[in-house]
Structure formats: C-alpha cells, structure tokens
T-cell receptor, first 113, second 113 residues
Framework: DQQVKQNSPSLSVQEGRISILNCDYTNSMFDYFLWYKKYPAEGPTFLIS?????DKNEDGRFTVFLNKSAKHLSLHIVPSQPGDSAVYFCAATFQGGSEKLVFGKGTKLTVNP | AAGVIQSPRHLIKEKRETATLKCYPIPRHDTVYWYQQGPGQDPQFLIS???????DKGSIPDRFSAQQFSDYHSELNMSSLELGDSALYFC????????????FGSGTRLTVV
C-alpha cells in the first residue's frame, strides 16, 4: 500500500519555465512533508519541507504548496535550470515520532536548455 | 562540511553470504536511519537508532540486524543474502527529535549474485 504517491515518473520542461511536481498521500496522520532531490550515484538531498499547519513554504526558486483537504502537495521550481535535472522524491512523516520518512517513488525531472 | 560516510560504496556478494554495511554520521548527529532502495523503487525505511538505542523498525527482514556504537557509527549486518537483497542501502543521520530534513550518505550498492 503506497501511502505517498508520485504518479508522474518523469517530467520534462524547458529552461526558464516552471516545473511542477505533484505528490498525493493517503495517511491523514502525516503532518510534515519534505522534498528530496537525488542525483545519480548520490544520496537524496533535502530540498524543502512544510508542516501541516501551513499551506505554503518558499525558499528561493522552490515553493511547496500543501492542500490538506485534498491530501496533495506540489513542488514548484521557478525558473527551472538544467542543474535542477534530477529525481525528486516526496516524503512524509509524523511529527513527534521517530522521524522515519515514507517516500514516494520519485519523479525524474529533465530541464532542457 | 562533513557528510554522512557510507562504506563500502559497492559490494558484490553471493547468495547465502553475509554482508556488513557501515555508516558514519555527521559529527554531533545522534540519530541514524537505514533505508533500502530497490531498482526503480522508492526508499524504504528499515531501522533507526537514537543515542545507540533502536528507535523504530520498518520492513527489515529477520536476516538483517543493525546497531549503533558508542561513537554513533552504525552497522547493518545482512546474513543469508538473497538475490532480492540487491539494492541501494542509504544511511542518514540527524540531530534527533524534530530534525526531519536529515542528511543522507551516498549509499552502498549491494549486488547479490
């Protein structure tokens, strides 16, 4: 049972345009969400997070939006750059727990020059 | 800045053999997590340790065991290896409670032949 779902295995955008990566979750107990970026032969790198008490968090070119009623979050990258090409994982956890993360399957983003 | 160090980077073992994966957390990080990522799969939580005690356990087979030592490094011991154990094994570390954006190592790629 996949509790965190990234339904798009891949996404291709042009440099300078917006990249939107989507993530859905089924467990309403999740209250903290993270996005990780992974390059080949490297471990996932933390990108940005959001608590369930917020609906938006912004960090430079990266913005995460959370819609709790729809159990949906998205990562916006504006403007997209070729160096953003990587696999992006959505992850969720329960605050106050052991901080283990439940990951989605990832979306491979390709930003074309 | 020091990162999470995992060794070895690559490991090839035969079926029914034993493997030991090592993880050295970032200095002053007291929590270690182990994740397994199969080919084309999302990272799956195996086990975590906080202050040398097991803090949570996920989908870790009984053939696997792990511990965290007094210097906070951790070892994942895998016995009676099966072909299906071939995967990337990531270790991550954090400063414990509330530090969700933890840092991953580059992983150990285990191939069982």
């Amino acid at each position: 049972d996949q509790q965190v779902k990234q339904n798009s295995p891949s996404l291709s955008v042009q440099e300078g345009r917006i990249s939107i990566l989507n993530c859905d979750y089924t467990n309403s107990m999740f209250d903290y969400f993270l996005w990780y970026k992974k390059y080949p032969a490297e471990g996932p790198t933390f990108l940005i997070s959001i608590s369930s008490i917020k609906d938006k968090n912004e960090d430079g070119r990266f913005t995460v939006f959370l819609n709790k009623s729809a159990k949906h979050l998205s990562l916006h990258i504006v403007p997209s750059q070729p160096g953003d090409s990587a696999v992006y994982f959505c992850a969720a956890t329960f605050q106050g727990g052991s901080e283990k993360l439940v990951f989605g399957k990832g979306t491979k983003l390709t930003v074309n020059p | 800045a020091a990162g999470v160090i995992q060794s070895p980077r690559h490991l090839i073992k035969e079926k029914r053999e034993t493997a030991t994966l090592k993880c050295y957390p970032i200095p002053r990080h007291d929590t270690v997590y182990w994740y397994q990522q199969g080919p084309g799969q999302d990272p799956q939580f195996l086990i975590s340790f906080y202050e040398k005690m097991q803090s949570d356990k996920g989908s870790i087979p009984d053939r696997f065991s792990a511990q965290q030592f007094s210097d906070y490094h951790s070892e994942l011991n895998m016995s009676s290896l099966e072909l299906g154990d071939s995967a990337l094994y990531f270790c991550a570390s954090s400063r414990g409670t509330g530090d969700y954006g933890y840092t991953f190592g580059s992983g150990t790629r285990l191939t069982v032949v």
